[in-house]
């Protein structure tokens, strides 16, 4: 298959598998739940083909103009498909996850007809070839996202909604302008020519900067930078499987990927470092990083304990990208799909208690341990990889960063990272505490909230398996760092072919 | 040869703990119910013997996995050998002892109590773990997997700590994990900052990247924080006496012997100990080191007497012990030449505190179930290794010959002085802590006595036996020091003699006048103060956090009031549109009026 058919049945895969779900009936529970799955299994196997290709030097690309001087391209970079192989390996498992989770609740249609619609956005953000082209997946997935946060149409989920909509909206007007304001200044800018920038005169510089500032506002909103992070912990009212999607797969990462494509393929970093931008960007994400973290300590729930944990965890990235220098740029790349792993598994637990024992307050968890072991295993690989030790993928993000940080010259940032895993630690261990240590309803001590006998294993098994698979995976992406295509190589191998000077 | 050995023999080491772990649940599982389980069985005691025999049989070799983390490197040398030799020993007698210890947790399990049967497959899931954890840090030689190895063996050792979940266990757990998670941050910080600083992976290129590094000797001082909460250095110390002494006994063993070892071991590899090429900052970090050291090896003593617990006796005597080995060790910044002797002397010295202490804590069990065995015996038995420890006898005698030797001859009799003196206090901690046994095992005595040949007893004496010939079966031409000479004698025992005059003057003044003291010196000393210091800070912290939550919630308003706005804004314009559209037609009219009038009225 020639290298843009690929890139066009891998988006369309998800495309066609959306419009197919929309014309089948609500009660066709069977055909609907193969054709997601099958979309789901298509487009990873697509997806693993191209990843097998570019490391053999093969190129994807595909392009037709819309305007003129404005094309719409498509384009699979080892960045790109790096996003991409995350966005649907865990699309898979949340897919899964979310068949199991949403079994005989009502607007089902709906619900995974928008899903598989974020899939072909998340993915067509990965694969954009220039930032026309991202945005209007960026947009897409905004909206379609939409239908799936206020999905239960409670009051408070209709709220959530509402306050998404004010970020993600504003946000991308925003973007926009920025876009049109590159656009006018230097033409249609093909991610990777990071020369057109670098080469305008320095009479452009403080517009570039302001540009810089007001691009990575936009973003900043669904990377959940503070103070545009808002609208995150507000949408946890939303079932487990979007928040796994909003928190792990698709949203939040589309920011920090935003971030990762303006500062690597349009500004360039020796641009951006020259123009003093690097700094500001490593001073926003230690100021997120400590907020978050902050901010998760003083909660009494789990799900928004885990969406402040994620502001301070998609700070990482950006810190990464602030370091600047090979090491920290690792870190960037490979947190991107570390700390995916680590948070689905998270938010699939928070949802396995839920629906299993109605449990969503922390103080409710006492001695869930033993009722329901194989997730509470996995809650303890993800929190103990989100604290940072190793053999969890969360520990080799930290040692990047931190190694990064000497090699950029801010020793600080090790402060930070050490302060940042102490918070985290001080609100993970009490929970894991609880987990295993204290007694329980199992153990004659009180009742759990809402028991639900789900399944003969401790809960569904369509629940289970997702749980069990993402918690292994980080387990292995970081045991295994070293195996081609692992996580934390594959981001080696791009910085080393891509980015190093 | 030893190469292909140890490629086989290494891995296997390390994952027959973990195997072992897995198994307990697989058995429990496939039990048929009402069946009695046993976890704590025969092949669940073999958890370090791999590691064991690794040790004894293979001297030296290295072997790389490139796959693993950042790069696995695996080692066995001079130090690692013996220092691995004795850790699995300890953990492979006190594994013994704990069939023994913990049957009667086991016979209640049986008997269907669901709480013993909990706690009971909770140790034999981390008592595995912990160790692999453990052998893990002492083989490693890259920076991962070192830290890899201390994380596992720490967290999982909490729930060790924390076994018996009576309030002073939850307590002893609390300052266990809060110094244990402050010990990892200060270490995470040493090891990212020297590693990057340096550019590698393993603990020897960052030893040598640290001595050119600017600012080495404060990764140096992290690094001797982070480590020495394990190790109970002074300031960092008061975890110890409130969790040692809550874990079932044959945990505070390894606690005691072996794991606090691991703080030493960090030291050991990541110090640039006995480099000339050091700097004036590391022979500071040493200074500081010794004084610490000295500190703890004699207040630890001094606050321990006052303890009534033998097990916090103990404890104390533990974090004594460890300052005579923090001052050894930084006499290898201070004095880098001496280094290569004194790297063995403190490597024997490690390994005869670590059997020692373990037998002394695992005969505080044998006093509370005292064996079949007469009472002159039992207590012959009980006195030898706390006599080893005062450095009178065998082991300790040996040890302590090993490094007086060695200092002596370099010139430093001051801190010979220094630790003879911490000697005295281990003497008077020895005293105090059979003086608190036999009160207890007479006790005891009353209530019945145990089988000699059962898992305890048989654990015990062979604990006691290993401990006190060491300097014998402990390997390599190193640690053949051979015996202080007659005439070194006198100089060697008078802390001996002192501590023990000491303590009988004390005994005949208690017996007439009893002390107050131990009542209100509680085990823990700092814990306690720095307790109500943090409900203070909490207090004030919970106010400023409530503030800044109403800072933002402010802020938030203030954005929904600018929006409220614009839209008003947006209605008042519809408004006006209406207006407008209403008044239409006259607003025409007055203005074709007025255009009329302009016309008619305006000059020509």
């Given amino acids: ?501 | 040869m030893s190469d292909v050995l140890l490629v086989l023999t290494l891995p296997a080491a390390l994952l027959w703990p973990l195997l072992l772990m897995l198994r307990v649940p697989l058995v429990a599982a496939l039990a048929d119910r009402g069946q009695p389980r046993v976890p704590l069985d025969g092949p669940w005691c073999s958890a370090p013997l791999p590691a064991l025999l690794l040790a004894l049989g293979v001297d030296e070799g290295t072997l790389v996995i490139d796959w693993w983390l950042l790069g696995g490197h695996w080692a066995l040398d001079g130090t690692r050998g013996p220092l691995l030799a004795f850790t699995a020993l300890l953990w492979l007698l006190a594994g013994g002892y704990a069939r023994g210890y913990l049957a009667g947790e086991q016979a209640r399990a049986v008997a269907g109590d669901g709480a013993a049967e909990a706690r009971l497959m909770r140790f034999a899931l981390l008592w595995p773990l912990t160790l692999s954890g453990n052998l893990l840090l002492l083989v490693a030689e890259d920076i991962a997997s070192f830290y890899m190895g201390f994380a596992v063996m720490t967290f999982a050792a909490y729930g060790l700590v924390v076994h018996s979940q009576a309030r002073d266990a939850r307590i002893g757990g609390l300052a266990y994990l809060v110094m244990a998670v402050l010990g990892e941050g200060l270490i995470l910080a040493g090891l990212l900052w020297g590693a990057g600083s340096a550019g590698t992976t393993t603990l020897g290129g960052l030893r040598e990247g640290m001595l050119d590094a600017p600012g080495g000797a404060w990764m140096g001082l992290l690094l001797w924080l982070g480590f020495g909460v394990k190790a109970g250095v002074i300031g960092l110390h008061f975890w110890l006496p409130l969790a040692h002494p809550v874990a079932p006994t044959p945990a505070s063993a390894v606690l005691s012997g072996a794991m606090i070892k691991a703080g030493l071991v960090g030291w050991l590899f990541t110090l640039p100990l006995g480099e000339s090429a050091a700097g004036e900052a590391f022979v500071w970090l040493g200074r500081t080191m010794l004084v610490t050291g000295l500190v703890a090896a004699i207040g630890a003593a001094l606050y321990g007497v006052c303890q009534r617990h033998p097990k916090a006796v103990l404890a104390y005597s533990s974090i004594s012990q460890m300052g005579m080995i923090t001052a050894l060790v930084a006499m290898g910044l201070v004095a880098p030449t001496l280094w290569p002797a004194l790297s063995a002397a403190v490597v024997l010295f490690a390994a005869h505190h670590g059997l020692t202490k373990g037998a002394l804590f695992l005969g505080v069990g044998i006093g509370e179930h005292p064996p079949r065995l007469p009472s002159w015996l039992l207590w012959t038995l009980l006195v030898l290794p706390a006599l080893s420890l005062t450095g009178a006898l065998a082991s300790g005698l040996a040890g302590k010959w090993a490094f007086k030797a060695v200092l002596d001859d370099g010139g430093h009799p001051a801190v010979v002085t220094w630790l003879s003196l911490a000697a005295v206090g281990t003497t008077a901690l020895m005293a105090r802590t059979l003086w608190c046994q036999w009160q207890g095992e007479r006790q005891a005595r009353k209530e019945g006595l145990e089988r000699l040949v059962s898992p305890m007893p048989l654990a015990w004496l062979a604990t006691l036996l290993a401990a006190l010939t060491l300097p014998w079966w402990l390997g390599g031409e190193r640690f053949r020091l051979g015996w202080p000479p007659l005439a070194e004698l006198p100089g060697l025992l008078w802390p001996l003699a002192l501590g023990l005059l000491g303590s009988v003057v004390v005994w005949a003044v208690a017996r007439r006048r009893p002390l107050r003291l131990p009542r209100r010196l509680p085990p823990g000393d700092l814990w306690w103060l720095l307790e109500k210091g943090w409900q203070r800070l909490r207090a004030l912290g919970q106010g400023n956090l409530a503030r800044l939550a109403s800072a933002q919630g402010t802020w938030v308003a203030w954005w929904l009031e600018r929006e409220r706005d614009a839209i008003r804004a947006l209605d008042g314009m519809t408004r006006a549109e209406g207006w407008l559209r209403h008044h239409a037609a006259v607003l025409m009219m007055g203005v074709a009026v007025g255009l009329a009038l302009l016309m008619l009225f305006a000059p020509a």
Wanted: charged share 10%; proline share 5%; glycine share 12%.
């Fill in chain 1, 1 to 501: 298959m020639s290298g843009g058919l690929l890139l066009l049945a891998t988006l369309c895969t998800s495309l066609f598998a959306a419009v197919m779900i929309f014309l089948l009936p609500e009660r066709a529970f069977r055909a609907r739940t193969g054709l997601n799955l099958g979309a789901a299994l298509i487009k990873l196997s697509l997806v693993a083909w191209m990843v097998w290709g570019l490391s053999r030097g093969g190129e994807y690309s595909l392009e037709f103009p819309v305007l003129e001087g404005l094309a719409f391209a498509l384009r699979a970079d080892p960045l790109g498909i790096m996003f991409a192989g995350l966005s649907s390996l865990l699309w898979l498992f949340t897919t899964v996850y979310a068949i199991g989770y949403l079994e005989d609740s009502p607007n089902r249609k709906r619900f995974f007809g928008f899903f598989s619609l974020c899939v072909a956005s998340t993915l067509g953000i990965s694969l954009a070839g220039n930032l026309f082209t991202f945005l209007i997946f960026y947009e897409l997935l905004t909206l379609s996202t939409y239908p799936l946060v206020v999905h239960r149409g409670t009051s408070q989920a209709l709220a959530a909604g509402r306050v998404y909509l004010r970020f993600t909206l504003t946000a991308g007007l925003v973007l926009m302008i920025g876009m049109v304001a590159l656009h006018a200044l230097a033409g249609d800018i093909r991610f990777g020519e990071r020369e057109i920038l670098a080469g305008l005169s320095p009479d452009h510089r403080p517009l570039l900067v302001g540009l810089f500032w007001g691009l990575i506002a936009g973003f900043g909103v669904k990377a959940a930078l503070v103070p545009l992070h808002g609208w995150l912990p507000r949408a946890m009212v939303a079932p487990a499987p979007v928040s796994a999607l909003l928190h792990a797969v698709a949203v939040v990462k589309a920011g920090a990927f935003g971030i990762v494509r303006l500062v690597y393929d349009v500004y360039g970093i020796e641009l951006s470092a020259e123009l003093g931008l690097l700094t500001g960007l490593v001073v926003v994400a230690a100021v997120t990083i400590l907020y978050g973290s902050l901010r998760a300590l003083a909660q009494r729930e789990l799900k928004p304990l885990l969406a402040y944990s994620t502001v301070s965890q998609v700070a990482y990235i950006v810190l990464g990208i602030g370091l600047g220098g090979p090491l920290g740029t690792i870190a960037a790349f490979s947190h991107l799909l570390h700390q995916g792993l680590m948070k689905a598994t998270l938010f699939f637990c928070a949802g396995n208690y839920a629906e299993e024992l109605g449990i969503h307050r922390i103080d409710g968890l006492d001695g869930a341990g033993r009722r329901m072991p194989l997730t509470s295993l996995a809650f303890t690989v993800g929190a103990l990889g989100m604290i940072g030790l190793p053999p969890v993928v969360g520990f080799f993000s930290k040692w990047y960063l931190g190694t990064g940080a000497i090699q950029a010259g801010m020793p600080w940032v090790i402060a930070v990272l050490v302060a940042s895993s102490l918070l985290s630690a001080v609100y993970f261990l009490p929970i894991l505490g609880r987990l295993w240590f204290r007694p329980g309803p199992d153990h004659g001590v009180g009742e759990w909230p809402e028991e639900r006998r789900l399944g003969r294993l401790e809960t569904h098994p369509w629940l289970l398996v997702p749980v069990v698979a993402t918690a292994l995976f980080s387990l292995m992406a970081g045991m295994l760092a070293g195996v081609p295509f692992s996580p934390l190589e594959w981001a080696t191998r791009v910085v080393n072919t891509e980015y190093l000077p």
